[in-house]
């Protein structure tokens, strides 16, 4: 069936621009697959595609993503294991504001235990360590194993941690948490997709997701996204 949001499609692209409506209005699944009368394992599967394709998005408009011009893209949460070698843990996440804009990234390879030491205030960190993993560039950093934001605000020492007036930082954690409550918590390989998909829905809330949406899949159809699965 001819489908110029995904080659071999087996959906018509009436029916595939239905689903995209629906997810665009943050409807889950089981919710898209009784009004449209898709499978659900099909309403996954785009889904899957979606945000994949959203999450490429976002990490190319991320300033700190790039080198030598070209995009790091992170599909999943699985490339990469803490050096304490706890493959279990869900990776933290820096959070930081530019330009008006909410960027998120995956922070990767670090030791928890440094981290939650470093976090709390135990330890003031190597700095080789704070400036490999940009921690002195963030706003706040997420931690999806206890479900907390730790803030973090520059100074001239360095970076001091603790709780702030809320802000967007505040804005979004509560956004991301909301979501999370809603998919009844996320595992490990879903994680990294549902958080830039969060960043997506609140940097553009005062957009049509929609429109949004058929503007970035007009340029870069569906299927290119499984290249990056």
């Not at 889904?47 to 011009?69: D, M, S, V, W, Y």
């Not at 949004?212 to 340029?219: P, T, V």
Request: aromatic content about 12%; overall charge positive.
């Amino acid at each position: 069936m001819k489908n110029r949001y995904l080659k071999g499609a087996h959906l018509s692209e009436r029916k595939v621009r239905e689903l995209i409506k629906l997810f665009s209005e943050d409807l889950t699944a089981t919710q898209i697959a009784n009004i449209t009368g898709i499978s659900r394992i099909t309403v996954n599967a785009y889904f899957k595609l979606i945000r994949t394709h959203i999450a490429k998005f976002c990490e190319e408009r991320n300033p700190f993503q790039f080198t030598n011009g070209t995009a790091i893209y992170l599909a999943s949460e699985n490339g990469g294991i803490a050096s304490n070698g706890d493959a279990a843990k869900k990776s933290f996440y820096g959070i930081f504001k530019n330009d008006e804009t909410i960027y998120t990234d995956k922070i990767a390879n670090i030791d928890s235990e440094w981290m939650y030491d470093w976090l709390k205030g135990k330890t003031e960190g190597e700095r080789d360590i704070v400036e490999k993993h940009r921690l002195h560039m963030y706003n706040g950093i997420a931690d999806f194993n206890s479900i907390r934001l730790y803030r973090t605000n520059d100074s001239v020492s360095g970076v001091i941690r603790g709780k702030s007036n809320i802000d967007e930082i505040d804005l979004f954690w509560g956004m991301l948490k909301s979501r999370l409550i809603k998919f009844r918590g996320l595992n490990s390989g879903t994680l990294h997709l549902h958080v830039k998909e969060t960043e997506f829905r609140y940097n553009y809330r005062e957009n049509d997701l929609f429109e949004l949406l058929m503007e970035i899949l007009h340029k870069r159809p569906l299927h290119y996204s499984k290249a990056v699965r």
